[in-house]
């Protein structure tokens, strides 16, 4: 499985403190990402900095630290604001920013650790 971090990257370690992403998407992606966390927990899943079909290089791996779930953007927690790379100072600023300022859409998190790639393909 691949999960890019294109507006992100410089967030993820070392330099930052992402661990966690939400992103907007269908039944089926969420179903996926949940297989792989319930078949194999411990299986590193490629990073890279956009997707690959637009020239996108692998940047490292991630591994699943929990297995994916739903959660409604408003329900965000404060402390996920740090697991987000500290990109807002805010939850609603963190939604306004990224998710057009609707507080209400269904996102799925995803919590990881991240393993930076030195050697770039």
Request: with cysteine; charged share 20%; net charge positive.
């Given at each position: 499985m691949i999960?890019?971090?294109?507006?992100t990257r410089q967030f993820?370690?070392?330099q930052g403190t992402k661990d966690t992403t939400r992103r907007v998407?269908?039944?089926?992606?969420l179903a996926?990402?949940?297989?792989?966390?319930?078949?194999?927990?411990?299986?590193?899943?490629?990073?890279?900095?956009?997707?690959?079909?637009?020239?996108g290089q692998r940047?490292?791996?991630?591994?699943?630290i929990e297995r994916p779930y739903q959660e409604q953007l408003s329900q965000m927690p404060?402390?996920?604001l740090i697991r987000e790379g500290g990109m807002s100072s805010t939850v609603d600023e963190f939604i306004d920013r990224y998710f057009k300022g609707d507080g209400t859409q269904l996102?799925?998190?995803?919590?990881f650790k991240f393993f930076e790639d030195t050697t770039h393909d």
């Open positions: 999960l890019s971090f294109g507006w993820l370690p070392p998407w269908k039944p089926r992606a996926s990402w949940q297989r792989a966390w319930d078949n194999d927990p411990q299986k590193l899943h490629t990073a890279v900095d956009k997707c690959l079909a637009y020239g940047i490292g791996h991630i591994q699943l404060e402390s996920d996102v799925t998190v995803v919590r």
